[in-house]
T-cell receptor, first 111, second 112 residues
Framework: KQEVTQIPAALSVPEGENLVLNCSFT??????LQWFRQDPGKGLTSLLL?????REQTSGRLNASLDKSSGRSTLYIAASQPGDSATYLC??????????FGPGTRLSVLP | NAGVTQTPKFQVLKTGQSMTLQCAQD?????MSWYRQDPGMGLRLIHY???????DQGEVPNGYNVSRSTTEDFPLRLLSAAPSQTSVYFC???????????FGSGTRLTVV
């Protein structure tokens, strides 16, 4: 059974810092890995999708990498801003049927 | 293009009542899923569908029914509501297996 963990559970940084969020999964036979952002009381917004044949994806200040052999993905946020404050969730696509979600990392960027 | 639309946004039910949470997408996505989100438990899969007429159970299916008669709609039915079903419910869809999910804005359900 696929299990997804995220470290750290919470993170507080001053504005302008670069930061890394970590995601680990137990079954390396994943199709895709997707990173989401969730603001309090809101739905999930997709940030990046790394398909099985890819190793990383970039969008603006965000870069996500995927290492299937080690069961890890990282989300790198450059030059963090207070507007980046949210919970970040990673999800591993299990055999192309459905995503298994991690518990999330709650990020606070202080002005 | 409205994306994934969930209704209602909020609902209060009494124990034992039944109701249907609606989910519709206008993107011609084949795959649709229902998740519930609870504090400390994260997002857990209830039911999913890989196409019209095809549904399957997820991690926490008990107390819920689904059907998929059209590509666009994937309603979730609570048969006899229980306080343990108090949660935020999210519907999601994607084109096929090699694509990411688009989520609806959620339904916040309270069972008293």
């Amino acid at each position: 059974k696929q299990e997804v963990t995220q470290i750290p559970a919470a993170l507080s940084v001053p504005e302008g810092e670069n930061l890394v969020l970590n995601c680990s999964f137990t079954d390396s036979a994943i199709y895709n890995l997707q990173w989401f952002r969730q603001d309090p009381g809101k739905g999930l917004t997709s940030l990046l999708l790394i398909q099985s044949s890819q190793r990383e994806q970039t969008s603006g200040r965000l870069n996500a990498s995927l290492d299937k052999s080690s069961g890890r993905s990282t989300l790198y946020i450059a030059a963090s801003q207070p507007g980046d404050s949210a919970t970040y969730l990673c999800a591993a696509d299990n055999y192309g049927q459905n995503f298994v979600f991690g518990p999330g990392t709650r990020l606070s960027v202080l002005p | 293009n409205a994306g994934v639309t969930q209704t209602p946004k909020f609902q209060v039910l009494k124990t034992g009542q039944s109701m249907t949470l609606q989910c519709a997408q206008d993107m011609n996505h084949e795959y649709m899923s229902w998740y519930r989100q609870d504090p400390g438990m994260g997002l857990r899969l209830i039911h999913y569908s890989v196409g019209a007429g095809i549904t399957d159970q997820g991690e926490v299916p008990n107390g819920y029914n689904v059907s998929r008669s059209t590509t666009e709609d994937f309603p979730l039915r609570l048969l006899s509501a229980a306080p343990s079903q108090t949660s935020v419910y999210f519907c999601a869809s994607r084109i096929t297996a090699n694509y990411g999910y688009t989520f609806g804005s959620g339904t916040r359900l309270t069972v008293v």
